[in-house]
Nanobody, 121 residues
Framework: VQLVESGGGLVQAGDSLRLSCAASGMGNFSAYVVGWFRQVPGKEREFVASWSWSGSIYYTDSVKGRFTISRDNAKNTAYLQMNSLNPEDTAVYFC???????????????WGQGTQVTVSS
């Protein structure tokens, strides 16, 4: 299984970014839960959002109303639309996948290499 993120970059506070995660080697992408974590240097990785195979969607409180997770099973791709970005969103963002639920405190089986998002004030 390979997950490849793209779309990170340097933006100003209030701007938007859309991260993409291209998956390969999964066989049936739609059977997997996909999600996003983020990590700031010196801190633990933080759950951001997930979309299960049943259609259930979860977000961490700090991004609710600003971030939207989506997926295109035909393209084996997951997305994270990030609006109203603020400097506290600065982190490396990781795409993750697992056959089990992905939530805060879980350890997804598959991880991408990460993409840097930097929000300047």
């Amino acid at each position: 299984v390979q997950l490849v993120e793209s779309g990170g970059g340097l933006v100003q506070a209030g701007d938007s970014l859309r991260l993409s995660c291209a998956a390969s080697g999964m066989g049936n992408f739609s059977a997997y839960v996909v999600g996003w974590f983020r990590q700031v240097p010196g801190k633990e990785r933080e759950f951001v959002a997930s979309w299960s195979w049943s259609g259930s969607i979860y977000y961490t409180d700090s991004v609710k109303g600003r971030f939207t997770i989506s997926r295109d099973n035909a393209k084996n791709t997951a997305y994270l639309q990030m609006n109203s970005l603020n400097p506290e969103d600065t982190a490396v963002y990781f795409c993750v996948a697992d056959l089990s639920m992905i939530l805060r405190g879980t350890q997804p089986e598959f991880w991408g290499q990460g993409t840097q998002v930097t929000v300047s004030s």
